[in-house]
């Protein structure tokens, strides 16, 4: 009896390179024959009363039926569930700037209200008038002081400002004063 190993796909067995095993169990001198099965991939072919001749078969197709069924309900399914998968994260980034939108209006009507709570305080609103509109009490002298530099400085040097020069008519005006001035007619 010989051990015949099986493919992993268990189409049968598997042929090894090489002589043949052969096991037996009582001690005899006569071999067991063993017929060897052509291998899956040919085909033996009776022509005539000659010899068989051996020719190699077809590959069978990668994909089969049933695949290709499978993979054209997944690729449906993904086309199907594009357009939806897309809305739902547009909607999430929607739903995103929506809350940071109402989280800065909160904080900016927290801010307003603390702003007019300052509002409804007399002493605050005293200060700003007359911080903003120069408002004082019955007698009470106001001071107002200007921040003008260049003003200054000219009142610190002590200097008049300098009469602008003559014009050019004036002068020749003067100079025509003067000649017939000096001219003993």
Do not use: C, H
């Not at 067991?32 to 197709?61: D, E, F, M, Y």
């Not at 998968?85 to 939108?101: D, G, K």
């Amino acid at each position: 009896m010989t051990t015949q190993r099986r493919v992993p796909s268990g189409q049968g067995p598997s042929r090894r390179p090489g002589p043949s095993r052969v096991r037996t169990t009582a001690p005899t001198r006569v071999q067991a024959r063993t017929r060897a099965r052509p291998a899956l991939s040919r085909r033996t072919v009776n022509v005539g009363p000659g010899p068989t001749k051996r020719t190699v078969a077809s590959r069978p197709r990668a994909l089969t039926g049933r695949a290709m069924v499978l993979i054209a309900v997944f690729v449906a399914l993904a086309l199907a569930y594009t357009y939806p998968l897309r809305v739902y994260l547009a909607q999430e980034s929607q739903i995103a700037q929506l809350e940071a939108e109402r989280t800065a209006a909160r904080q900016a009507i927290e801010q307003k209200s603390q702003e007019l709570q300052k509002w409804k305080d007399p002493e605050y609103l005293r200060a700003q008038a007359r911080e903003k509109l120069f408002y004082v009490r019955r007698g009470e002298t106001a001071l107002l002081v200007v921040n003008d530099p260049a003003g200054a400085a000219r009142e610190a040097r002590g200097n008049a400002p300098v009469a602008a020069p003559d014009r050019w008519y004036d002068t020749l005006w003067s100079s025509v004063r003067a000649a017939d001035a000096e001219s003993p007619n």
